[in-house]
């Protein structure tokens, strides 16, 4: 039997290294999607870079999207491609707006015009909840988004729904709430955090300067979300699913216990700078994923102090290598 090819956007990204690799290890053929940059960006899909077809092509280009898929036809396409860093998107709004909005019409016109049959996934955001209307957050909370970024990817969302609905395509949103691993972006709180504690802990920094320490999010572990992904496009349907823990812990909590997993006190260390608030603040998300419970058998399998842990000790164990 032939392997089944999927086409991943944004393979650099956090998700788009850890659903690869959950696809590779399921037997499918993946084909990797990069935008063209001066020096090469493959530090988190290196070790399996020669297991996957890396293929050239911009969300901002509509051509390279429809080449690549009437030259590889792959049956699924995961759009995990954006701009996703939140204040980056009062910046760059318009740009945002191109990448994270009209970017997935892109993928979804070059579908319908190749192949109606393809299956699609939308990697769309927690964000869209943004002033939340209600709480735990579920596929029918109204959105409310407070950033650009989250404006975009209420576009995105919509648009998707739009093309199942008028194209009957299979084409997914996928709601998930903030997912982090090691191999998250360092400006994300998480990451940041988790960095700058081991910095300190080894005597290579003295401070961490944050922004708004009582916003509350429900974060998971990247490696759990990219798997409900992946069922979201193996179901006979296709539907919404908000992906989450149903747990919400403070920007404070994450510092007390990625501090206090290092035996230090956050208090002495953390200044709040005022660089770091957000002209428009999401204050408190929390997910209930009981459809993708029921529906997709997915739950999540590691806890917020695990997940802390974990990435302390990936930058503990990356930072002692560096000073030799
Ligand atoms: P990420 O680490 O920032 O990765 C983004 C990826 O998109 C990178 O590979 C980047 O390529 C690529 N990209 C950006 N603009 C592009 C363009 N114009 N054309 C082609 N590729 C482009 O993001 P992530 O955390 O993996 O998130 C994956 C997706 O899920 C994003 O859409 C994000 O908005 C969404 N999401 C994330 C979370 C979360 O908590 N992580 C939650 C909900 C939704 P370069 O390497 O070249 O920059
Ligand atoms: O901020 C607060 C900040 O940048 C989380 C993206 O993946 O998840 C991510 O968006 C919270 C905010 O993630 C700092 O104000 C305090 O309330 O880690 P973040 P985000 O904005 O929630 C969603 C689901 C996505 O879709 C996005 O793509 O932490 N915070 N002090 C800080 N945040 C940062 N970055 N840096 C600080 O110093």
New binding site residues.
């Given amino acids: 039997m032939s392997k089944k090819r999927a086409l991943v956007?944004?393979?650099?990204?956090?998700?788009?290294s850890y659903l690869a690799e959950n696809l590779l290890s399921k037997g499918y053929e993946v084909l990797g999607?990069?935008?063209r940059?001066s020096t090469i960006?493959f530090d988190r899909i290196r070790h399996f870079q020669n297991e996957v077809t890396i293929v050239q092509?911009?969300?901002?280009d509509q051509m390279s999207l429809l080449d690549i898929l009437r030259e590889y036809r792959p049956e699924e396409v995961y759009n995990?491609?954006?701009?996703?860093?939140v204040p980056t998107s009062w910046k760059q709004p318009v740009l945002t707006g191109e990448?994270?909005a009209l970017?997935v019409t892109r993928v979804l016109e070059a579908i319908r015009m190749v192949d109606a049959g393809i299956r699609f996934y939308q990697?769309?955001?927690?964000?869209m909840f943004g002033r939340v209307q209600e709480t735990p957050q579920k596929e029918t909370t109204p959105f409310y988004p407070r950033s650009p970024y989250g404006v975009a990817?209420v576009y995105g969302h919509w648009i998707t729904v739009n093309y199942r609905e008028s194209y009957e395509l299979y084409a997914c949103s996928g709601i998930?709430?903030?997912?982090?691993s090691p191999r998250?972006?360092l400006e994300f709180v998480t990451h940041k955090v988790t960095y700058g504690a081991a910095r300190i802990k080894l005597g290579m920094a003295e401070e961490l300067r944050l922004g708004n320490l009582e916003a509350r999010r429900d974060w998971g572990y990247?490696g759990d979300y990219v798997e409900a992904m992946w069922l979201m496009l193996q179901q006979e349907e296709p539907d919404d699913y908000v992906i989450a823990t149903g747990e919400t812990h403070s920007v404070q909590a994450l510092c007390e216990a990625a501090f206090g997993y290092l035996g230090l006190d956050w208090r002495e260390y953390v200044e709040c700078d005022p660089q770091y608030f957000r002209p428009a603040e999401v204050d408190l998300l929390v997910g209930d994923a009981s459809k993708a419970r029921d529906r997709l058998g997915w739950e999540p399998s590691v806890r917020f102090e695990e997940l802390i842990q974990l990435m302390v000790d990936a930058d503990l164990k990356a930072l002692q290598m560096d000073k030799g």
């Fill in positions: 956007t944004g393979i650099t990204g956090q998700d788009g999607m990069v935008r940059t960006n092509g911009d969300l901002l995990l491609a954006a701009q996703s860093f990448f994270t970017g990697a769309s955001s927690s964000e990817k998930l709430f903030n997912h982090e998250r972006g990247a």
